[in-house]
């Protein structure tokens, strides 16, 4: 999900906007999906994408960044997913 206004930044416990994942992934300094594949959470994006202007190819792009960010990259060296 593309991070370029501040309506679409996660938020940390003191309110702070989180400049590396969405409000869909991460609130009040915790994910909001804690228990939530890599490929569950590609799903539940694209379901929240759909809405909105953007073509077919260009959440397809947006949604294959994801596996780069910490959250899954951890995921994937502790052998969780």
């Known amino acids: 999900m593309p991070l370029d206004e ?5 938020t940390e416990k003191d309110g702070t906007r989180n400049h590396v994942y969405c409000r869909f992934c991460y609130s009040d300094g915790q994910f909001t999906h804690p228990g939530m594949t890599l490929d569950e ?7 929240l994408m759909k809405p909105s202007d953007m073509t077919e190819e260009q959440m397809e792009e947006h949604l ?3 596996k780069y960010l910490r959250r ?5 060296e502790d052998g969780a997913h």
């Open 6 to 10: 501040n309506s679409v930044l996660g």
């Open 41 to 47: 959470m590609k799903e539940h994006l694209l379901k």
């Open 64 to 66: 294959a960044g994801l």
């Open 72 to 76: 899954w990259l951890d995921d994937e």
